[in-house]
């Protein structure tokens, strides 16, 4: 074989060596691409599998919440139409009160035109009175005289009977006016007693605020106590407003009183129970 001959054996079998090592070194490394595929596309069916996992979570949360969200909004709605509803008894109860405020004034203002007639009637009767007597002095004189004024003692008489006929009318509208006082007196007292009016401290009662202590019902009935009493004006009869933030829990009628509490019962029932610590006030 000739030196070419030689030469490019050489260089045939580097060349072939070389291609085989670039093509083991491809292999190899066509395995480790082929590995590292399979182990992310692993991993990405993971993520996958764990994105729906987690996307059907949240779905089911936002649904609850959605849920949650609709029956917050009916509770309100609920509420709201409560409160309303609460709202327009209370007003109505205002109302009530006013215009029984206003029939009281009017009864009053009447028992005062009452009294004032009946000591109108009463002077009058007096009058008359001692007109009668005068007149009966004169008819005594004119009886003394009768020979000399027979006609002047004739007409004194008829004079005494008119003055004692217009008397005893008198006296019988005066009877009939002070059974009207009566009748009325017994109807302010009955409309007193049925809504718990003390007629004695009606349009006396202070403002005043104070505090729940503490509300007993074991025997029945409910007593409220609170923290105000006679050093602070409160009587029986008065009445209080309860509330606990801005919540109207009613209105209490005070039973008896000492010198630092006083002890009520409910008068009209609000929203909630009354419990220690509410706010009482005496005004709206």
Known sequence: MSPIGKVFTVINLALAALFVGSAAALINT????????????????????TSAATEATLTAEKNAITAEKDRFASEKASLESQKAALEDELNTEREQ?????????????????????????????????????????????????????ESARADAERNATAFER?????????????????????VLAAVASTYKIDLNNL??????????TAVDGSHGTTVV?????????VKPGHTFDVYAGGVYKGKIYVETVNAS???????MAGQGEIAAGDAVVTRL
């Open 30 to 49: 066509g395995q480790e691409y082929r590995t590292q595929l399979e182990a992310k596309t692993q991993q990405y069916d993971e993520l996958v599998t």
């Open 97 to 149: 009160n006013a215009d029984l405020r206003e029939r009281l004034t009017s009864i009053d203002g009447k028992l005062g035109d009452l009294e004032g007639t009946n000591r109108q009637q009463l002077a009058q009767i007096n009058d008359l009175t001692e007109n009668a007597n005068n007149l009966r002095t004169e008819r005594d004189d004119a009886l003394d005289a009768r020979d000399e004024a």
């Open 166 to 186: 217009e008397r005893d009318e008198l006296q019988i509208a005066l009877g009939r006016a002070n059974e009207e006082i009566q009748s009325k007196e017994a």
């Open 203 to 212: 349009n006396d009662q202070p403002e005043l605020a104070g505090r729940v």
């Open 225 to 233: 106590v609170i923290n105000l009493g006679k050093n602070d004006g």
């Open 261 to 267: 509490q006083s002890a009520a019962t409910i008068q």
